[in-house]
T-cell receptor
Framework: GQSLEQPSEVTAVEGAIVQINCTYQ??????LSWYQQHDGGAPTFLSY????GLEETGRFSSFLSRSDSYGYLLLQELQMKDSASYFCAVSGRGFQKLVFGTGTRLLVSP | GAGVSQTPSNKVTEKGKYVELRCDPI?????LYWYRQSLGQGPEFLIY????????DSGLPNDRFFAVRPEGSVSTLKIQRTERGDSAMYLC???????????????FGPGTRLTVL
């Protein structure tokens, strides 16, 4: 089977840095994605890692260690609008499905 | 351009009834996915189409669930003899399968919230 573990909730203040961890157990792993979902909204793509290391996209960075089956999403210069749920998801090669974690709810306070 | 659209946005039905949920993917996206999301959980895969054919239906929970994509664009998820446990947000996503740096980035629609009374 496949399983992904994330912390259920993280709180931080505006301007801070927060890291959301994801550990996974899966077969046929090809890459790790991160999606953001605001309450009542659709999941939207944030980042993707297929190789070990750090990928940076503006205020968001994502890291992957394939040998440790571990990744994280790093959010810098937090803003109130970053309050949302964040999901890691594993995928196989090509068009295959995403298998999502249970999600981490991020609460950013003033 | 237009994103993924889903209709209806909300559907309330009674136990035992039949429902159809529609998804219009982004034009040109060959891959289409259905997921189900319960409150406080991540999206759970149901079925994936590549063109008109179901490439992976391993997530369909039982034979009450069926999906079609007859012309390789719009898809309909059909649920027979609905049960209260079917209540959830049903999400559709489409993809063009780019692998350059963004993996299989999927674009999600706003979902259909199904409530079975």
């Amino acid at each position: 089977g496949q399983s992904l573990e994330q912390p259920s909730e993280v709180t931080a203040v505006e301007g801070a840095i927060v890291q959301i961890n994801c550990t996974y157990q899966t077969s046929g792993f090809y890459g790790l994605s991160w999606y953001q979902q605001h309450d009542g909204g659709a999941p939207t793509f944030l980042s993707y890692n297929a190789l070990d290391g750090l990928e940076e996209t503006g205020r968001f960075s994502s890291f992957l260690s394939r040998s440790d089956s571990y990744g994280y999403l790093l959010l810098q210069e937090l803003q109130m609008k970053d309050s949302a749920s964040y999901f890691c998801a594993v995928s196989g090669r090509g068009f295959q499905k995403l298998v999502f974690g249970t999600g981490t709810r991020l609460l950013v306070s003033p | 351009g237009a994103g993924v659209s889903q209709t209806p946005s909300n559907k309330v039905t009674e136990k035992g009834k039949y429902v159809e949920l529609r998804c219009d993917p982004i034009s040109g996206h060959t891959a289409l996915y259905w997921y189900r999301q319960s409150l406080g959980q991540g999206p759970e895969f149901l079925i994936y189409f590549q063109g008109t054919g179901a490439a992976d239906d391993s997530g369909l929970p039982n034979d009450r669930f069926f999906a079609v994509r007859p012309e390789g664009s719009v898809s309909t998820l059909k649920i027979q003899r609905t049960e209260r446990g079917d209540s959830a947000m049903y999400l559709c996503a489409s993809s063009q399968g780019r692998t350059s740096g963004r993996g299989n980035e999927q674009f999600f629609g706003p979902g259909t919230r199904l409530t079975v009374l």
